[in-house]
């Protein structure tokens, strides 16, 4: 039995490193995936599927959502801890509902909470502008990456809220605050 942790979160929240580190602070018991360092991995493998990726992601676009649950569903199976965090899914209603509907027609992995990691666009820019990691990480794309991530929230957040799933964190503090809210969800669950 798997039991699943969901990070959302604008781009430059900090999402992944704060998952990162709960993982590497209870490495026995906790696996971390990055939907976006994942993906990124695929793009760069040189790939059918990878060239799409790469493609949809240089362009601030979302993956089809098969390639992502696929992607996402390959690595809790694989996972070696009974806890598993993935960061940066779901992202649209439509890969909500497909994990949604997978989770619903099995019994070993069970979906625990979705923490969202709270920042505000201006904070967000600011990470994201100043670490300038590839080509996605322009003002421009940016602009794009932001506005994909905030229409669908409302109805994401709403759909985790009715089955007492979101928890909400400040990203805007220190990284140990953080980490620590998100271990007290995550290892004291």
């Given at each position: 039995?798997?039991?699943l942790?969901?990070?959302?979160?604008?781009?430059?929240?900090?999402?992944?490193?704060?998952a990162?580190?709960?993982?590497?602070?209870n490495?026995?018991?906790?696996?971390?995936y990055?939907?976006?360092?994942?993906?990124?991995?695929?793009?760069s493998?040189g790939s059918?599927?990878?060239?799409?990726?790469?493609?949809?992601?240089?362009?601030?676009?979302?993956?089809?959502?098969?390639i992502?649950?696929?992607?996402i569903?390959?690595?809790i199976?694989?996972?070696?801890?009974?806890?598993?965090?993935?960061?940066?899914?779901?992202?649209?209603?439509?890969?909500?509902?497909?994990?949604?509907?997978?989770?619903?027609?099995q019994?070993?992995i069970?979906?625990?909470?979705?923490?969202?990691?709270?920042?505000?666009?201006e904070?967000?820019?600011?990470?994201v502008?100043?670490?300038?990691?590839?080509?996605?990480?322009?003002?421009?794309?940016?602009?794009?990456?932001?506005?994909?991530?905030?229409?669908?929230?409302?109805?994401i957040?709403?759909f985790?809220?009715?089955?007492?799933?979101?928890?909400?964190?400040?990203?805007e503090?220190?990284?140990?605050e953080?980490?620590?809210?998100?271990?007290?969800v995550?290892?004291?669950?």
């Open positions: 039995m798997k039991t942790f969901l990070i959302i979160g604008a781009p430059g929240s900090g999402k992944t490193t704060d990162e580190i709960v993982s590497k602070n490495p026995e018991v906790v696996t971390h990055s939907t976006g360092d994942m993906l990124r991995a695929e793009a493998s059918e599927i990878g060239e799409i990726i790469k493609k949809r992601i240089d362009n601030g676009e979302l993956v089809p959502v098969e992502a649950a696929q992607t569903i390959k690595a199976n694989n996972a070696k801890t009974p806890i598993v965090i993935i960061d940066g899914y779901p992202r649209s209603m439509e890969q909500l509902l497909a994990l949604d509907s997978f989770l619903n027609e019994d070993s069970v979906l625990k909470k979705v923490i969202e990691v709270v920042v505000s666009q904070v967000a820019k600011e990470r502008l100043g670490r300038a990691r590839g080509a996605d990480d322009d003002e421009k794309v940016f602009a794009h990456r932001m506005k994909v991530y905030l229409e669908p929230l409302d109805e957040q709403k985790y809220e009715e089955k007492k799933l979101l928890v909400k964190i400040n990203g503090r220190t990284i140990e953080v980490v620590a809210d998100m271990e007290k995550i290892i004291n669950e």
